[in-house]
């Protein structure tokens, strides 16, 4: 039996002695699979990374009604003048970090981001940007406060005083003065999680003249959002800040404008807002570096750039338009609640974007510990 | 002597089994979970330069360790009230009639199924200054003015508590239903009093699944970001949402991973202190 | 015996504080407004047709149900083959071996994020079922892990040696001996890691974009606009779905014991 298992090993090694023989191609072919199966992830990819069809075009914004406006006032228009472009706009909300994730790892898959100008110098400074093509966009369509090297400013939006009416019973605060002032104005209030718009707000309290804003006093201000830290709640996304109101949890508040005016078409004339020392931002375009898109990116930005289009925005979602030709075009029943029309551009102080730019970070994080200590 | 001698003579190829059982999810998890998450982590000594400045700022920066500070408070207490609370209704489980089991179980996952985000606006809802439970409070004459129960710690404590409270339970009652029925009415009838009976007999037979859940719960609870973000109203700050921030916002990266790895270095320290002080208890109850 | 009602009212009183929640998310489901609130004057559950007919909601439910099918059979068989190797073994390096089971609950989900982000990017698993599958089975891995060690924890591994000793082979003693012990560990081992994956959001935000967009992404999505109040209808139908699984469960045994 053993001699019989002998003979059978002898067969096997013979024959495959047979099959290799001449045959070492086969074998070096094999080692060449194995080795490229070691590689099969960074050589196949399981899925494509970027973009499966050329032409595609990913507009990223903060998700909720925007998605539909921005959709049939941009992205479809932009479909149909340019054969074989298929933009799209998606929610997923483009923060810093994610920008800063997709151009480090290589792996952009956002053509066009949704943010301001201040944060286009603050990223565009870090490399993390496109420059702008100004030959595709045009320049003299923007006030230069709203364009940088690296965004094109896309609509305007301000932080607003807004008050509650009924709850104050008829006292109008006016000023930021009045909002800080808790024995004529008794009730809670709400300021946002973050510094945009609520230093300014702080300081005009503080007697700091709106011209003299910027260069902004940390300090200063920080110290005054302390003196009514117990009375406030601190809002952090504008459903919030709204859920307040109708909750009838505060008296006042620092809101988007957007958010102010749902509200008084909400709730009825309960809810007033002022204009008045309004924060003014610019929304911008950006384009992280290395986007698929290239050149079709900036074009979609210059179709964004039609007065007509803004004016469709602010019908829809009350964000005002930034292109100055545009105040014209506005209905007369929508003038007062444009941020961006003349008289109501008088009456707001503009953010500085520089000072953003180089001090953000470090100012939100005081800003939070200030409101949390 | 016994347990290592009998160990040691199990057959190779059973122990071949266990061991390939054992190393297998730690490749699986070599791969795609330490390479990536270690790629992060070094970035606390890279960025922005390389160097222990991040962790200077453990010390030196009064505003991290003040999120630290409210982290371990929070974390501690959520814990403490979690695990009381769940012992309680998993002893409830074991001791309760098949009916009643049912249906406590049924509230338990039912409560899992309710996602973070509704459950920390329906809290908002119950516990705000014209909420449910402010209005029943003062509906009954127990109070004039509002309490303040959200928007602060107590909020964001009463929704940890609510979110982790099944994760400690069901641990538990596994533990729990692996115990043996007839232990405690033994002691019983070796003349224990009930207290006696608990404490000797079923309380040190649970301390594994006590542990267990703890070990979870308290990791989840330095962990929390969503709870804490809307219930705390921006007062309480703890460190995943200040490292949410940092990584999002303000792109201090090199900050953000320095948070992280302190956080992860003080849980694996701490869960290696448990797990060698649950060894003992093993030891002693052999 | 006094003791034990006691702790039982305490058990029940702790249970009214867990559906206290849900009580107040079934009214909020049956809104007329599009933001989340109690109905005042009218009940509307035009918030639970949202959830079948528009195609964004059914996407979302399925690409959840998928992915967190996929994680939960993935991170249910690793975990309980680590839990039962550590268990039977007893090996000093299994203790150490399990604070790595457990790093993936310790680290916060924003590094996660931002570290799946930069490996997926490279092996080319970024906005795939795969690659959210693989996080997710990671998530719920320590869960499965500290389930089925504490329901290992009271049995003694020579049982394991004992029944191999009468003659039963290493498959055998496992599904006849450990198998068994293990069972309600993993069932609520598998119910976390399920959960996890359901519920977890920030690292979808970041890894998916387009082809995969869970629930939690998709509420996430509007969370900024407005709180859609179909995450109510959703999250009353699943209670629903518990209750009626577990009727079914009871009526079953007891129609078996009668």
Known sequence: MSQEHQEFRDDCLAILRRQTEGKRVHRRRFLQAIAALGIVPTAVRFTPVAHAAAGELVIVNWGGDAVPAYDEIWAKPFNAANAGVKAMINGAGPTSGKIKAMVESGAVTWDVCDRTVPASVELGRQGLLEKVNWSIVAKDKLRPAHRSDWGVGAYLYAFVLTHDRQALRGAVPKTWADFWNVKDFPGKRTLRNNIEGMLEAALMADGVAPDKIY????????????????????????????????????????LWHTRSMLLAKEVGDRIQFTFDQGVLFAGAWLVPKGNPGKDLAWKFIASAQDPRSQVELLKRVGNGPINPEAAALVPAELKVNDCGSPENFAKQVAVDSEWYAEHYATALNRYMDAIAS | MSAAAVASSGTPRGERLYWALLVLPCVFLGLFYVVPVINVLVMSVTVPRLGLSNYADLVANPAVRRVLWTTVRIGVLTTAITLLLGYIVAYALVHTSARQRQTLLAIVVASFWISVLIRAFAWVAILQSAGLVNSALMGLGLIDSPLQ????????????VHYMLPYAILPLYANMSGIDRSLVPAARALGATPAQAFRWVFLPMSLPGLIGAGIIVLIFSLGFYITPAILGGGKTIMVAEYISVQISETLRWGLAAMLATTLLASVLLLVFWLSRFMDVEAALRK | ??????????????????????????????????????????????????????????KSILDSLIVASGATVLSTALGTAFAVGAWRLGVPLARRLRLLMLAPIIVPPIVHAIAFYRAWAVVGLLDSYLGLVLIHAMKGLPFVVLTVAASLANLDHRLEQAARSLGATPGQAMRWVVLPQVATGVVSGAAFAFITSWDETIVALFVTSRRVVTLPRRIWEGLADNIDPAIAALGTLMVLITVAAVVINTLRTQRRTA
Request: aromatic share 10%.
């Open chain 1, 215 to 254: 260069p902004i006093n940390v300090d200063r201000a920080l110290d005054k959002i302390k003196q009514i830290k117990q009375h406030t709640i601190f809002w952090t996304t504008g459903a919030e800040s709204q859920q307040l109101f109708r909750n009838k949890e505060v008296v006042m508040g620092n």
């Open chain 2, 149 to 160: 129960l959200v928007r602060n710690e107590v909020g964001v404590m009463i929704g940890m």
């Open chain 3, 1 to 58: 015996m006094q003791r034990f009602s006691f702790i039982h009212v305490l058990a029940w009183a702790t249970a009214c504080f867990l559906i206290l929640p849900i009580l107040v998310v079934i009214p909020i489901s049956v809104t007329p407004e599009r933001y989340l609130s109690l109905p005042t004057n009218s009940m509307s559950f035009g918030h639970y047709a949202n959830l079948v007919g528009d195609a964004r909601w059914s």
